[in-house]
Each structure stands twice: as C-alpha cells, then as structure tokens.
C-alpha cells in the first residue's frame, strides 16, 4: 500500500483560493451594514450564477474538465439566503435560462439541469497524482459550496485539521487518532483521501471523512465518522 501525507497549510491554500475563486459577486451599491448578507435588490429563486465557475476549476492544477465538456452555473436565493449548483455540460451546450431548463425533481430546491448535463465530478480528470486526488476533494465540497449565503452554508465553516485540538473538554466516540494530517492511500486499483474535519456549528465535532476514488475516476464515494464532540459551536 502506497501513503502519502499532505501539511495542512497547503491544503489550507488549496481551499483557501478555491473559497475566493467561488466567492459571491460584490453587490455594486451599499449593504446595511446590520444585515450585511441582505443584497441590494433581492433576488428570489433560481438565475444564472453571476460568478464563472471556471475561476473555481481554474485553482486546481491537477484537475481538468474532461474533452468535450463546458461548466455551467446556477444560483437560487431567498432573502439572504443562498445556494447554488455547478454542472458539466457539452461543449456546444447554450447557456439556457433557468425558466428553459427542465428541473431535477426530488433534489434539494430542484435545480434546474439542462439537457445533457451530468454532475460536475463525473467530468474532472486528473494528472493521477496523490495531490490530484486531494484537490479532487476539496473541489467536490467546493463546489457543493458554490452560491450559498449565509443559512446556505454548510462547508463555509468547516476546518481541515491536522493535530488534535488543543483545549479540553472533548468526548470522544471513537479511539483519538494519532494521524490528523490529510492522507492519501493507494491500494491496487482502489484511492482513499482521508480528511479529519472540525464542524462548529451547532455543537462542536470532529468527524473523519474518507473518500474512495475507483480507477480512471475522480468522482468519490463519502463515508463520514464522527469521532468527538467538544466545547463551543454557534447557531446562525
């Protein structure tokens, strides 16, 4: 079996310039300043993303977009709130409306999905690398990440730990690993990255995500372990 550790401070980068890449169009007039998430003119609904997710696929140098296809992006919004979905789409593929477009019915807030997309990790290729498997995760919760707003928000607050915490006070479900650092592991044709995350909001974990990448692909599978829970936390 083949192991290969990443610092935290480089996956921090990566995650930092892709949190940028994806960050939300600057409203062009002034905000309250008490409610700072609230826009100028309120959009409600499903556009047309404003930020270009190529600026997102543009941060990982392992990754590509596969041959033949394009990105395409759509935000919804409901007052302060966001959320948003990237998809891969043939090349040629117009940018439709959203109105023009048929919706996946039964995911969240059906989004609309044109005609001939597929989910955008089944169209990333990579150099094959240990560090193009890492980037591959972090840019599928990147991109999960794409539009949300304030109560949209789910990976926004999450931290990639690489040691163990430092204040008392934690409960441990499972046996305290001695290995924090991201890690990649290649057995035959089988790739695991493993991630050790602290989650704030709410009551405050600290769960093990390991994701499995089957050859030729980096679309992953997700288990998630919670291994602690800990003092402080917040609710929106």
């Not at 650092?181 to 093990?208: D, F, K, Q």
């Not at 994701?211 to 599978?221: F, G, K, R």
């Amino acid at each position: 079996m083949t192991s290969v550790t990443f610092s935290i401070s480089r996956v921090n980068r990566l995650r930092n310039a892709a949190a940028r890449a994806r960050a939300p169009v600057a409203p062009t007039e002034p905000v309250e300043p008490d409610a700072p998430w609230l826009e100028p003119e309120e959009r409600e609904g499903w556009s047309i993303s404003d930020c270009d997710p190529n600026n997102l696929l543009g941060v990982f140098k392992a990754l590509r977009l596969r041959a033949g296809f394009a990105v395409h992006a759509y935000e919804f919004r409901a007052g302060g709130n966001g959320n948003g979905i990237i998809w891969a789409v043939p090349a040629d593929a117009p940018l439709l409306a959203p109105e023009d477009c048929p919706r996946l019915r039964g995911a969240f807030l059906d989004p609309p999905k044109p005609p001939g997309a597929i989910p955008l990790m089944e169209a990333i290729d990579g150099d094959g690398s240990p560090w193009s498997y890492l980037s591959a995760s972090i840019l599928a919760r990147e991109a999960a990440e794409f539009g949300a707003r304030w109560h949209g928000c789910v990976w926004s607050d999450q931290k990639i730990i690489g040691k163990p915490p430092r204040e008392g006070g934690w409960g441990w479900r499972r046996p305290v690993p001695r290995v924090w650092t991201p890690t990649y592991a290649e057995t035959g044709p089988t790739r695991t990255i493993v991630l050790y995350i602290r989650n704030p909001v709410g009551m405050a974990t600290i769960y093990r995500a390991t994701d499995t990448y089957s050859v030729d692909s980096y679309d992953c599978e997700t288990e998630t372990e919670e291994l602690g829970e800990g003092p402080g936390g917040f609710i929106y």
